[in-house]
């Protein structure tokens, strides 16, 4: 083994401080946003600067979020969207997947490119919302599960991920007396169960993430999701001009606990994601390596 | 060898000859197949499709009461309307500055970070700096957004900071020069983490061997990196800043609509938030129609070009 010379142990710590200091930066908004949702609303409009641990400890905030009814409106919708949306991408996937994997297939290139046209080439924001329309799905729930229900490039992994089984296990199958459904539910679907797994969580958590098709095809409070709620409270409740900035500046006490309602429902809906993403990760990590080698 | 493989190849061509003898015996063996594709078909055609037919609005000024069929057709108007006007211009820059920028300073963050992160002979820490730089990834653009605008506002941290070095406080959102540094520093800070995945797992493919011939060379850790590891990861590099550079229309739209103001509209309209404001807003149907199918039709150039160049540099396409 070759000795490490005094420039490289200086470079490699040097290496290693700088990635903790990134590590930090990246997390700290997060962070910041934890503790300032248990501070007090008094002494965090009082403190100018970083945050390093809650200043005092107030639940108030969390009590009046956790009270709000659409918290849960929103949850309740927000799950239901992800759960059955999810399910529909995955049976659609697969499908997709699974007949464009079969091998002799005359229309099969046909297909793939009218499929795959798709990823270059799209009406645009306003036909979309015009089609959707026309086909009575705005302000229903439905819209929000059908609508983005599957993504040719998924669509593609997965195809590629059935092309990598052995030809000789659904020969055999085959042989057995299985149909195309059979071999597709017993053979290929638990083989792929990894990529299934990925495509899956991509799936899920698009939906979760997804704001801007809940704000341009809902209406009724009532269907909203978790991050319409989000939006209203963060981005449109916002101060946009500055003679709001200045009006609000003299209620700047009323102004802090707006902020505190804010962190707090950012720490709440977003909890969940932030609990599981860790133990997640190293999928999320294969999936990007699968999209990557695909082809 | 390469005689059987023409004579497949052969084969497979008579296959897939459009027979009718053909495409009968193709139905009767795979009609499941084809079954089983009706409900992706029926997807494509209403929500793929149906919005290309319903793009002709473009050329027509729609009327909700009349229809996109019945709606009164009107030519290239309203392409006419966008292409002289001042908009254009301001987008098309506004678009085109956000992505070189983007480029520029967003594309080569992650290749640092993952070799610098190649670097760690610490396993737990290296894990530990990956999770930690991956947050951000899975934090919602709602939330990704309203954090920047808290921390940007006159009395949010960045404003407080100002304040302490004697600076007078100011909603940075407010000010339109400020836009393209506060989109691609959250844009780095959002995505360093999770798009050096692609690249460290470019490092982990690299010969082992190369790195001893190096050390046998006398290379040093320095030298290894720069004659060794990044030539390696070229062709991943390369490929990816193609694929980067065939979507340079395709700004993140929804992002700038949490961002933006009417106050700077100037440096901050590209054409996601301008074919929505203009479109949904605004109700200018054919108009935003149009705008959206003009760019749609350029951008679909750039990406079918860059993916022929990627094809060419590294055998590798999007499908």
Redesign the interface.
């Known amino acids: 083994m070759?000795k490490k010379?005094k420039?490289?142990r200086i470079?490699?710590v040097f290496?290693?401080v700088?990635?903790?200091i990134?590590?930090?930066?990246?997390?700290y908004?997060?962070v910041?946003?934890l503790f300032a949702s248990f501070s007090d609303p008094m002494k965090l409009m009082a403190?100018?600067?970083?945050l390093f641990k809650p200043l005092g400890f107030s639940v108030e905030a969390y009590k009046t979020v956790l009270t709000n009814p659409e918290l849960y409106t929103g949850y309740a919708n927000t799950l239901l969207y992800v759960a059955a949306g999810a399910v529909l991408n995955m049976?659609?996937t697969l499908?997709?997947g699974?007949?464009l994997s079969?091998k002799?297939?005359?229309?099969k290139?046909t297909?793939?490119f009218?499929?795959?046209f798709?990823?270059?080439?799209?009406?645009?924001?306003?036909?979309?919302?015009?089609?959707?329309e026309?086909?009575g799905l705005v302000n229903t729930r439905w819209s929000m599960i059908?609508?983005g229900?599957?993504s040719t490039?998924n669509m593609?992994i997965m195809r590629t991920a059935i092309y990598g089984i052995p030809d000789s296990i659904e020969e055999a199958a085959q042989i057995d007396g299985a149909?195309?459904?059979t071999v597709?539910w017993k053979v290929v679907a638990p083989l792929c169960k990894p990529t299934i797994a990925v495509l899956a969580l991509f799936y899920i958590?698009s939906k979760?993430?997804d704001?801007?098709n809940p704000m341009?095809y809902l209406r009724d409070r009532s269907m909203y999701p978790l991050?319409t709620f989000?939006?209203e409270?963060?981005?449109i409740n916002?101060?946009?001009?500055?003679a709001d900035?200045a009006a609000l500046?003299d209620t700047?006490n009323l102004?802090?606990s707006k902020?505190v309602i804010?962190y707090c429902t950012?720490i709440v809906?977003?909890a969940p994601?932030?609990c599981i993403?860790?133990f997640l990760?190293k999928y999320?990590?294969s999936g990007?390596?699968v999209g990557?080698v695909?082809? | 060898m390469s005689l059987i493989k023409m004579n497949s190849v052969q084969k497979k061509n008579k296959e897939r000859k459009f027979t009718v003898y053909n495409i009968k015996k193709d139905f009767k063996k795979n009609h499941t197949i084809y079954f089983l594709l009706i409900p992706l078909f029926v997807y494509y055609i209403l929500f793929c499709y149906g919005p290309m037919y319903g793009a002709i609005i473009a050329f027509k000024r729609y009327s909700p009461a009349l229809g996109i069929l019945g709606s009164d057709w009107v030519g290239f108007r309203y392409f006419e309307q966008f292409l002289t006007s001042d908009y254009f211009w301001k987008i098309m820059r506004n678009t085109v500055v956000l992505a070189l920028y983007s480029i520029i300073f967003c594309f080569p963050a992650p290749i640092l970070l993952a070799l610098m992160l190649n670097e760690v002979k610490i396993k737990w820490y290296k894990k530990g700096v990956q999770t930690l730089t991956y947050l951000p990834h899975f934090i919602s653009m709602v939330i990704i957004c309203g954090l920047i605008r808290n921390f940007v506002a006159s009395d949010g941290l960045i404003g407080q900071i100002t304040a302490i070095f004697g600076g007078t406080p100011e909603n940075l959102l407010m000010q339109k020069e400020n836009f393209r540094a506060i989109y691609i520093i959250s844009d780095i800070w959002q995505s360093i983490g999770w798009n050096s995945i692609i690249f460290l797992a470019a490092l982990a493919g690299v010969d082992q061997e190369l790195y001893d011939a190096a050390v046998v060379d006398g290379a040093g850790r320095l030298k290894q990196v720069i004659h060794v590891t990044i030539p390696a990861i070229m062709p991943t590099i390369i490929v990816m800043l193609i694929l980067r550079i065939g979507g340079i229309l395709s700004v993140n739209g929804e992002k700038v609509i949490l961002l933006y103001n009417e106050l700077i509209y100037d440096t901050a309209d590209v054409i996601g938030s301008f074919t929505y404001r203009k479109g949904l807003l605004e109700q200018n149907y054919s108009y935003s129609a149009a705008v959206g199918l003009l760019m749609s039709v350029v951008n679909f150039f750039f990406v079918t070009m860059a993916n022929k160049v990627s094809k060419k540099a590294g055998g590798y396409n999007l499908w």
């Open positions: 070759i010379s420039g490289e470079f490699s290496n290693v700088i990635l903790g990134l590590a930090l930066v990246c997390a908004p997060m910041y946003v403190h100018a600067g970083f049976i659609m499908l997709g699974f007949c079969r002799n297939l005359l229309w290139n297909i793939m009218i499929f795959a798709t990823m270059y080439f799209g009406g645009g924001l306003i036909p979309t919302y015009l089609i959707v026309s086909l059908i609508i229900c599957v490039y593609i149909g195309h459904l597709l958590f979760w993430n704001w801007f341009i991050q989000l939006r409270l963060l981005i916002d101060t946009t001009n500055v900035e500046r700047a102004n802090m902020y804010q950012i809906s977003t994601v932030l993403y860790p990760q999320f990590a990007v390596m990557a695909k082809g």
